[in-house]
């Protein structure tokens, strides 16, 4: 059964100004865990003291695919000491994503990266940002990282507002894809052409197809990201959790 869990990037200036204070806060919303950047080295105790008396868990860890390659001794430590089981690469470069030879390239430092992690107990993601739809010689990104890569140490992290960005629709992508997704940003927008944010379920994607593909597919997290509001961060977080958990009570009451 997929969990929820918070992209903290949705309260980052809140963060920025009081992050023990947002934490906590996330927490008394009923957030069961969040999602952030990662580090090396060893965790602060103050962090660690604040998700144990939170009891928040780690849904997932951002690293560049560059650390993923160079240090995956370190980025392992780092995730099991917060319990965290996800390392996620968010962004590539526009210089190394250019052409299908690139893309080609990618799929193999993926494929490097991720047995490697896998060694060491760590699951490697690939978050979508939008530019991995485009039309390289009959293939896109994507697609070339998926046929050039295996599901036992690499897979999808899909963001459904980017997704719907790169010309796609999401239900539709998270449907052929689901196989090798393990975990999804649930992001909304009011409508085309100008994509504007809106909380979850209450916009222009089939959020209750894609939250029906993670019951069904036992994808792992259901993580909740909004980057522009109409209200404060903290409030469209707690209405996006409210949706959700909405959403789910009708899937369920379905299966």
């Given at each position: 059964?997929?969990?929820?869990?918070?992209?903290?990037?949705?309260?980052?200036?809140?963060?920025?100004?009081?992050?023990?204070?947002?934490?906590?806060?996330?927490?008394?919303?009923?957030?069961?865990?969040?999602?952030t950047g990662g580090a090396l080295g060893k965790p602060d105790p103050a962090l660690l003291k604040l998700l144990?008396?939170?009891?928040?868990?780690?849904?997932?860890?951002?690293?560049?695919?560059?650390?993923?390659?160079?240090?995956?001794?370190?980025?392992?430590?780092?995730?099991?000491?917060?319990?965290?089981?996800?390392?996620?690469?968010?962004?590539?470069?526009?210089?190394?994503?250019?052409?299908?030879?690139?893309?080609?390239?990618?799929?193999?430092?993926?494929?490097?990266?991720?047995?490697?992690?896998?060694?060491?107990?760590?699951?490697?993601?690939?978050?979508?940002?939008?530019?991995?739809?485009?039309?390289?010689?009959?293939?896109?990104?994507?697609?070339?990282?998926?046929?050039?890569?295996?599901?036992?140490?690499?897979?999808?992290?899909?963001d459904t507002y980017w997704v719907e960005y790169g010309g796609v629709n999401a239900a539709e992508f998270c449907t052929r894809y689901a196989h090798r997704i393990r975990c999804v940003h649930l992001k909304d927008y009011v409508s085309k052409p100008e994509m504007h944010d809106i909380e979850i379920g209450e916009g222009a994607i089939d959020m209750t197809t894609i939250v029906r593909l993670a019951f069904q597919h036992n994808w792992d997290w259901l993580v909740v990201e909004q980057e522009r509001y109409f209200r404060t961060p903290l409030e469209s977080a707690e209405r996006c959790l409210h949706n959700l958990k909405r959403i789910i009570a009708q899937v369920q009451g379905q299966m």
């Amino acid at each position: 059964m997929p969990e929820i869990a918070l992209q903290l990037y949705t309260v980052r200036d809140d963060v920025a100004r009081d992050f023990e204070g947002t934490v906590r806060a996330i927490a008394r919303m009923g957030y069961p865990a969040i999602e952030t950047g990662g580090a090396l080295g060893k965790p602060d105790p103050a962090l660690l003291k604040l998700l144990e008396e939170t009891g928040l868990a780690v849904a997932g860890l951002g690293y560049t695919l560059e650390q993923a390659e160079s240090e995956p001794d370190a980025i392992a430590d780092y995730c099991h000491a917060l319990r965290c089981q996800y390392a996620i690469t968010y962004w590539i470069d526009e210089s190394q994503r250019r052409t299908a030879d690139d893309w080609h390239r990618l799929a193999e430092r993926f494929q490097r990266a991720g047995e490697q992690l896998a060694q060491r107990g760590i699951r490697y993601l690939y978050h979508l940002h939008g530019y991995e739809f485009a039309p390289l010689n009959g293939k896109t990104g994507v697609e070339i990282l998926l046929e050039h890569t295996n599901p036992a140490h690499f897979n999808l992290e899909p963001d459904t507002y980017w997704v719907e960005y790169g010309g796609v629709n999401a239900a539709e992508f998270c449907t052929r894809y689901a196989h090798r997704i393990r975990c999804v940003h649930l992001k909304d927008y009011v409508s085309k052409p100008e994509m504007h944010d809106i909380e979850i379920g209450e916009g222009a994607i089939d959020m209750t197809t894609i939250v029906r593909l993670a019951f069904q597919h036992n994808w792992d997290w259901l993580v909740v990201e909004q980057e522009r509001y109409f209200r404060t961060p903290l409030e469209s977080a707690e209405r996006c959790l409210h949706n959700l958990k909405r959403i789910i009570a009708q899937v369920q009451g379905q299966m």
